[in-house]
């Protein structure tokens, strides 16, 4: 992890100042967090990113400094623990080159500035907006974390990944039946094999992409995939 290149944590902290402008965290399909999408990344993935993505996604996006411990340090002794939290907290202020998150008292938060492509997501799914969920979904939550210690943070991922993976299917399903029923035949068929490739082991993925298949009379399209089912099928019970 990133932390563990850091040196002593200095004694004392630099003068906070906050974003002019918003810094851009990334979580669904790739996880970085920068200027903006054309810019460098300036955190990858890693304990120091994954403090911020967590708490980008807890209740008015504040956490306990034992609760993040327990986390993404429980491989530690406390005390170890609390200084690698420190020296995690500089690092991003060293990375960053500012501010991100207040500390009070025991509790830390990270500030409004910061846009979390996770939040636009869950946004565009309570307006409806389910063009844009598809749009925003670029692929799992948090894919592929894992780190000493980290345990806690890997299941929250785990769980937070199906919740968002089923706040896509939820908006593909709505997107493909109305591009079903405005004739566009291949961007449903298209919509419908993302959706399968998501979780090749869901038989609803499956059962909606040889039913997009059938509504846009593509026999050809539909045995396909009907072999390609049968073939998966037959890999599982070897």
């Known amino acids: 992890a990133a932390t563990g290149k850091l040196c002593c944590v200095p004694r004392s902290s630099p003068q906070v100042t906050f974003p002019s402008r918003s810094v851009l965290l990334r979580t669904l399909g790739t996880v970085d967090l920068r200027e903006s999408a054309s810019e460098p990344q300036i955190l990858g993935l890693g304990k120091p990113l994954a403090l911020l993505i967590y708490l980008s996604a807890a209740p008015a996006r504040t956490a306990t400094r034992s609760l993040l411990i327990s986390l993404l340090w429980s491989d530690l002794e406390h005390d170890a623990a609390k200084h690698a939290l420190r020296q995690t907290i500089w690092y991003i202020r060293r990375r960053v080159g500012r501010e991100l998150l207040v500390t009070t008292g025991d509790t830390l938060q990270l500030i409004p500035d ?44 785990a769980l937070e990944r199906r919740r968002l993976l089923q706040v896509f299917r939820h908006a593909a399903e709505a997107t493909i039946a109305d591009q079903l029923s405005k004739g566009q035949a291949r961007a449903a068929i298209d919509l419908a094999r993302r959706l399968r490739d998501q979780d090749p082991y869901d038989e609803g993925g499956w059962r909606l992409l040889l039913e997009a298949c059938a509504s846009a009379n593509d026999a050809l399209a539909a045995r396909a995939e009907g072999e390609a089912l049968a073939q998966l099928a037959e890999r599982e019970e070897l």
């Open 114 to 157: 910061v846009s979390v492509d996770r939040d636009a997501l869950l946004a565009a799914s309570a307006a409806g907006r389910h063009a844009d969920v598809v749009s925003l979904y670029a692929g799992p939550f948090v894919p592929n974390f894992a780190t000493p210690g980290g345990s806690g943070f890997e299941d929250w991922c």
